[in-house]
């Protein structure tokens, strides 16, 4: 069946580095995308959206991209903190239907 | 303060009782949402209600069951006929329709031994 998956299920990277966290997803009617943060034992935050008619959105200090041609979403975080080191989700929405969350990755922050 | 209220934040059960997890929001919205989270593993819809007084299954509904009576709240009841119940539950609420986030509660850690 359609799914979202994720390229990495843990990543590190150095504090004050760039971090960049992928995502494929295979059902190409999907138009809405969305990238959650969950530290441990909490809810998942919303950090930034994008929809399928646009291929790049800005947040602070966070980058989305969507290439469609190839079914990927990427979440690139910048000068990166020790607050970033989470669970990273990506999400994907057909219309009006429900949200389809991949696994998830782990993102540690290496001081 | 706006948001997702999820209580208990723990709750322990002994095997073969039902046990009800609340979810209140005072966002407005219409739909709701109940999700399963096991360790390791992303989110798993439970059940979902677009507007008051009707729900629907999502894809792991056996076990459980849910009301809507009013916009804020949706309980959701884990029954004894779930067959691992144990694991961190998480309310969601948004702008119903449409492509709109969903915004989370801070979840209940269920435990049944």
């Known amino acids: 069946g359609e799914s979202v998956g994720l390229h990495l299920p843990t990543l590190s990277v150095q504090e004050g580095d760039n971090s960049i966290i992928n995502c494929a997803y295979s059902?190409?009617?999907?138009?809405?995308f969305i990238w959650y943060k969950q530290e441990s034992g909490k809810g998942p935050q919303f950090i930034i959206d994008?929809?399928?008619?646009?291929d790049k959105r800005q947040g602070q200090r966070v980058t989305v991209l969507l290439n469609k041609t190839v079914k990927h979403l990427s979440l690139q975080i910048a000068a990166t903190q020790p607050g970033d080191s989470a669970v990273y989700f990506c999400?994907?929405?057909?219309?009006?239907?429900?949200?389809?969350f991949g696994t998830g990755t782990r993102l540690t922050i290496i001081p | 303060d706006g948001g997702i209220t999820q209580s208990p934040k723990y709750l322990f059960r002994k095997e073969g009782q039902n046990v009800t997890l609340s979810c209140e929001q005072n966002?407005?919205?219409?739909?709701m949402y109940w999700y399963r989270q096991d360790p390791g593993q992303g989110l798993r819809l439970i059940y979902y209600?677009?507007?008051?007084?009707?729900?629907q299954k999502g894809d792991i509904a056996e076990g459980y069951s849910v009301s809507r009576e009013k916009k804020e709240s949706f309980p959701l009841t884990v029954t004894s006929a779930q067959k691992n119940p144990t694991a961190f539950y998480l309310c969601?609420?948004?702008?119903?329709?449409?492509?709109?986030?969903?915004?989370f509660g801070p979840g209940t850690r269920l435990t049944v031994t």
């Open positions: 994008i929809r399928s008619n646009m």
């Open positions: 059902n190409s009617a999907s138009d809405y």
């Open positions: 209600s677009q507007i008051v007084n009707d729900f």
């Open positions: 966002l407005n919205h219409d739909a």
């Open positions: 999400a994907e929405k057909v219309r009006n239907e429900k949200l389809t």
């Open positions: 969601a609420s948004s702008i119903a329709g449409g492509p709109y986030e969903q915004y």
